[in-house]
């Protein structure tokens, strides 16, 4: 008998007949000897709809009385569930997220959980009870509700799995699992078994978004195995967990394409203490999210600074970049927004060399440019042309294999 | 500078624009130097909905679930209500229940307020902010939601009234005020300036909907003065307090119709201890609401027992009679469900006698017959044929001069 927090998201719990899917999964776990705990979402667009209600009457709403809004939707999907699990025969109790004991810090409408006294669920499921939490939700100091921001609910069960010492954090989700690439791009990609927190978290920043980078640092973080899986096919997921020895069999776990990519170039700046340093404080001031950053050999006494950021923007940087070129004492810069990232990733390249030879000579061999390289220790990313950026996350999948990853696996 | 307690019901908020209304005249309120509590109930069809959605799970939905699932109609309002305020310019604050203090019993559906601690508004109103409650709601001794049952919102607001000792509480509705009749039935019915609680609570209990019996006695117990007005336009309404010596000018201050009545009558009962006993003792357990009860002169040891009921009442009613009729050796029984019941109330009729005599005279010149009359100290009710009941409405308006009301008041 294993403790299982299971989570749906909001398009598992879209209407009544979602709710009652979901209540005879949640039933037949318990059936089967667990303890669970289950964490939901909003039904469907529960949230955008209050979202709309608010700008009907303010703009710019309060982010205190935002959270006092949203919390209602996580609220209703709770009770619904009790009463599908009611009717199916099972004992359910739905609590909110205070009531369930998260404690959460003063940051409306983006708070974290700062501790969650669980007496309560506990008491709960001796009595044998399926306990039902709202997601995405916790009392501030304040006793006000406070909100996790959008995707908070993966946040939810990770942490309660961490505080309830569970067996397991099941994601449920409208994907069935990890892939190691995105299916509707590369017809083989494959679903992968087990994926490590590392590899999962460098995916998900490059935009493979299946599971909310904040909750996989959390499960991280306090060792909580997650699965990823579909609500609506009785298939296992992958399994997102601690990296394990075998694990680095597979050099690439996964192919991953950023397409909200532009690139900047400044060129010609002084190669002096100080330069880079002022560039970026700068952008970080107008809010600009810069992800990679090279910087060229020195010519001269001279260097150029390239970097990217995401495609929106793209206007903040150029106003900043523009303003700062003078003062830099920089010839001038080009903005390219015509660029996409592709990235693999995999715990094996630590223990593997020629990863990233392999890599540019397949995609050079269909004469795609790499135009930056960027490297961790478990991931390579390259920029290209956006117009190649699907036929070369195809040609990285063939050259490393990754249709038949799940047959290299151990 | 005084505190109001102002309550607006659900069509008062039935989407963004009646909130905006709402929140202007609370805001002109407080910018008159008063300090204004505001109760709000769901908006519009929000609950009929919730409880719509949850029957799709369960038809049988556990109360407590239920409590928890419309919980969430109020916390939508307040927090809507808030950030229209907000656009205004004014300080506002919305709370549920059991962050307002509000403490209830654990009755989930029909739970009573038990006590409130106010601490949290009146250090928000000390701030100048105008502190927005969920009406309906409160916590139980076991921290879980439970909600006062429909029209709850009013008891609320009295409740809150009366634990801020606040100058008033008004309650704001589509209607503008208590009427001396129904005046889509009576053209000439006029609006009452003020009212005596008791007169209110016959009124109410007579099937004048325009405030619930509970916040009426509620008021009445803790000296709330109440105000019923409309939330559509600036006029003022109806006050209803306690009962002050110049309002017994006024013999009869309103003419109520109940459409909904069923009369039943056993004939030729034994005339000997506990036959009444047993039978009202046997509708009770039927969950029969038995109204008026009338018992005729014995003649030769047997009496008939005459007796209403609500008229969708009858079916459980019969099964319960015809089954006793043999045990308490009576002959039989008839059940009537064309009658209505039609009453005149006034606290006045305490000082004044001859207001029964007038009240026959009038409907036997109208040819209208009387088949039962009951009377309490400040109300004389008559069943009559239901299809008399408007025009013996009409009638009464005008034996009593009710049109020429506010004349005759001081």
Not at 46 to 63: A, F, G, W, Y
Not at 258 to 278: C, E, F, L, S, Y
Not at 373 to 378: G, K, M, V
Not at 379 to 386: A, C, G, L
């Amino acid at each position: 008998m294993a403790l299982y927090v299971q989570k749906f998201g909001g398009s598992s719990v879209a209407d009544a007949e979602c709710m009652q899917r979901v209540a005879q999964r949640v039933y037949d776990t318990k059936q089967e000897g667990h303890s669970v705990v289950v964490v939901l979402s909003a039904m469907g667009k529960t949230t955008d709809n209050l979202i709309n209600l608010s700008k009907q009457v303010n703009p710019q709403p309060d982010e205190r009385e935002m959270d006092m809004l949203l919390a209602t939707g996580e609220q209703v999907s709770v009770s619904i569930l009790a009463m599908a699990l009611h009717a199916l025969g099972a004992e359910a109790v739905s609590m909110t997220g205070p009531q369930a004991g998260i404690a959460t810090d003063s940051a409306h409408t983006k708070a974290k959980i700062m501790s969650i006294e669980p007496a309560r669920i506990l008491e709960n499921l001796e009595k044998g009870r399926i306990v039902i939490v709202c997601g995405f939700q916790g009392r501030s100091p304040t006793d006000d509700i406070a909100t996790l921001g959008r995707g908070g609910s993966d946040t939810t069960a990770v942490a309660l799995a961490a505080a309830l010492k569970a067996d397991r954090c099941q994601i449920f989700t409208d994907v069935d699992g990890v892939y190691t690439a995105d299916p509707r791009i590369v017809k083989q990609a494959s679903k992968l078994t087990t994926i490590a927190y590392d590899e999962m978290l460098e995916l998900a920043s490059l935009g493979a978004k299946v599971l909310q980078s904040r909750s996989v640092e959390f499960a991280k973080k306090y060792g909580v195995e997650l699965e990823v899986l579909t609500s609506f096919d009785r298939i296992p997921g992958t399994v997102v967990k601690e990296e394990v020895e075998d694990m680095e069999n597979i050099v690439v776990r996964g192919v991953a394409v950023d397409k909200n990519q532009a690139k900047v170039t400044i060129q010609r700046v002084p190669d002096r203490p100080g330069v880079a340093a002022t560039l970026f404080k700068e952008l970080a001031a107008a809010n600009v999210n810069v992800d990679m950053i090279v910087q060229n050999v020195s010519e001269h006494g001279h260097t150029d600074i390239s970097f990217t950021v995401p495609r929106d923007e793209i206007n903040r940087t150029r106003a900043t970049v523009d303003g700062l070129l003078e003062s830099i004492g920089s010839a001038g810069a080009t903005y390219d927004v015509d660029t996409a990232k592709v990235s693999i990733v995999g715990v094996g390249m630590r223990s593997h060399s020629g990863v990233a030879y392999k890599m540019f000579e397949a995609l050079s061999a269909h004469k795609i440019n790499v135009e930056m390289i960027s490297t961790s220790e478990i991931k390579i990313s390259v920029v290209i042309r956006s117009a190649y950026a699907d036929q070369a996350m195809q040609v990285l999948h063939d050259a490393f294999d990754l249709d038949k990853i799940n047959e290299q696996a151990s």
